[in-house]
């Protein structure tokens, strides 16, 4: 069982709808989530950060975290073409010494928004 | 505020020479941590470094090292290069010391073996 698990896509939604991004992790004690997008042949660029069980909500961006299904998701609202890209959700599992700086990643889901 | 700056972007190497790849994070960061990334493999942690002790390794060979400095400045190192070295190197820079702050990633630097 890889450790984060992201829904494997490609995703296709149609301009202005809402895009859905989900990820599982192994690890129960995991303790602070992240979602990144990437485009193409650039590097990861942070869009949302959660730590507590609920959703936390940024401009267009929702993420979910429900630890006790060791499940967090993100939610584009509006979805625009320039939302094109790979989403890859991060979590450090707050382990003490073996965590110190370590994101553990997805493989990422590649969204396409079409107009 | 500047971001996090990785030198050089590019790099293209043999197999058995060895390299040294920059980066600089953001002001006020003090925590760097190096990422490899491969269409196989993803992104796959090799290291962290704070206040320049490394606090945590990944599971890579020991041909892979890295340091850090007074200024919080990193390198990293791959000596021996091999084939499979080829990748995206990047780095990314937190606050620091605790655990689970967001990280900021580099523009990281494209490495290339022949």
């Known amino acids: 069982q890889k450790e984060v698990e992201q829904n494997s896509g490609p995703l296709s939604v149609p301009e202005g709808a809402i895009a859905s991004l989900n990820c599982t992790y192994s690890?129960?004690?995991?303790?602070?989530f992240f979602w990144y997008r990437q485009y193409s042949g650039k590097s990861p660029e942070l869009i949302m950060s959660?730590?507590?069980?609920g959703d936390k909500e940024d401009g267009r961006f929702t993420a979910q975290l429900n630890k006790a299904s060791q499940y967090v998701s993100l939610l584009i609202r509006d979805s625009q073409p320039s939302d094109s890209a790979t989403y890859l959700c991060?979590?450090?599992?707050?382990?003490?010494?073996?965590?110190?700086?370590?994101?553990?990643f997805g493989q990422g889901t590649i969204l396409t928004v079409h107009p | 505020k500047a971001g996090v700056t990785q030198t050089p972007r590019y790099l293209i190497k043999t197999r058995g020479q060895q390299v040294t790849l920059s980066c600089s994070p953001i002001?006020?960061?003090?925590?760097v941590s190096w990422y490899q990334q491969t269409p196989g493999q993803g992104l796959q942690f090799l290291f962290e470094?704070?206040?320049?002790?490394?606090?945590n390794k990944g599971n890579f060979p020991g041909r892979f090292s890295g340091r850090q400095f007074s200024n919080s400045r990193s390198e990293m190192n791959v000596s021996t290069l091999e084939l499979g070295d080829s990748a995206l190197y990047l780095c990314?820079?937190?606050?620091?010391?605790?655990?689970?702050?967001?990280?900021?990633f580099g523009d990281g630097t494209r490495l290339s073996i022949l």
């Open positions: 959660i730590y507590s069980n």
């Open positions: 470094y704070f206040s320049e002790t490394q606090r």
């Open positions: 990314a820079s937190s606050l620091g010391p605790d655990l689970g702050q967001p990280q900021h």
């Open positions: 991060a979590v450090n599992s707050g382990a003490g010494g073996t965590s110190y700086g370590k994101l553990t």
């Open positions: 690890d129960r004690g995991s303790q602070s």
């Open positions: 002001s006020g960061h003090r925590s």
